[in-house]
């Protein structure tokens, strides 16, 4: 008749003592490597013998050698202790911030200009953090924060999710210029007006999105109607693919714009030099008031803050 499960459950301290025995071949050095006295081992080996059934050890001349079913216990035992050790080292790593698992989602502009960076630092200290980052519009970002399946955003906060549910630091606004490829007739001049630019070809992301709408409104603030040759795409490949093969125009936040002009990437593009100064409203670092974050997700959040110069409230956990 086989022995009920619950009488097989040996301790921790069984387990590693079993370990340290089979590997020193002697109770009194196993006993010292875990910090008892030899009377308290025996004690504890005829324990664990009893709950087994069965005996562990044979004394030999040179030294106490594992039984068959000692050896099978064995090897149960170094694998569970080595379970045990590395759930110690898994919970030390999530509580420091030196591990774990985090999930972002930010607009295209901070997501250039803060996040990459803030994303570099954390992974140079602690390569084994695994972070994940959406490139979204804020309305999709917010439905997967109010979810609870991001732990922070960088957004614009949008009248249909409840601001009271957020944990809100401001960051700071978008500029916005409008991009082409080097050769475009209009990328020598000296100054361009936003009436040179109303017959020129364009691509646009989607309506409604926050850079296209700021380079409409910026048109009507000088009494012109919108473009009428757009070509309107969410994508930012497709857009720069259209700028290369074509003489349109594109607006972009700041961010993406120097990325695509400037050393290491100088892609080929210039941006426009407009008279206007055009602006979309500010983003913020948001994240759900009812969900801590766990101390990687701080860590990341702490250094956007930093980097963009917001003062950081106190940490949650």
Not at 182 to 198: I, N
Not at 242 to 267: G, I
């Amino acid at each position: 008749m086989s022995l009920p499960p619950a009488r097989l459950m040996l301790k921790p301290a069984q387990l590693r003592l079993i370990q340290q025995i089979a590997e020193h071949g002697q109770l009194q050095l196993a006993a010292e490597t875990v910090g008892m006295t030899q009377p308290a081992a025996s004690r504890m080996l005829a324990e664990a013998e009893s709950l087994i059934g069965a005996q562990l050890f044979i004394r030999q001349p040179k030294g106490m050698e594992p039984t068959e079913i000692g050896r099978a216990v064995l090897r149960r035992a170094n694998a569970i202790l080595r379970e045990m050790f590395s759930l110690a080292a898994d919970v030390s790593a999530l509580r420091s911030g030196a591990g774990g698992a985090v999930r972002v989602g930010a607009v295209t502009g901070p997501a250039v200009s803060y996040l990459v960076s803030a994303i570099r630092e954390i992974k140079r200290d602690t390569p084994g953090a695994d972070i994940t980052v959406d490139i979204m519009p804020s309305r999709e970002l917010l439905g997967y924060l109010a979810a609870g399946e991001m732990d922070f955003v960088l957004a614009r906060i949008l009248p249909e999710f409840d601001s009271q549910d957020f944990n809100i630091l401001p960051m700071q606004d978008e500029k916005v210029r409008f991009l082409v490829r080097a050769g475009h007739p209009l990328s020598g001049a000296g100054k361009v007006t936003l009436p040179e630019l109303a017959e020129q070809e364009w691509v646009m992301q989607q309506r409604g999105a926050p850079i296209r709408e700021a380079a409409l409104a910026a048109f009507a603030d000088v009494g012109l109607t919108e473009p009428k040759n757009i070509v309107s795409s969410p994508s930012l490949l497709l857009t720069i693919a259209y700028l290369a093969q074509s003489d349109a125009v594109a607006p972009m936040s700041k961010e993406v714009a120097e990325l695509l002009v400037e050393p290491p990437v100088a892609a080929g593009f210039r941006v426009l030099p407009v008279v206007q100064d055009i602006r979309v409203s500010p983003y913020y670092l948001l994240d759900l008031k009812r969900r801590p974050l766990s101390p990687l997700a701080m860590r990341l959040r702490g250094r956007l803050a930093a980097l963009s110069g917001s003062r950081v409230p106190p940490a949650r956990f």
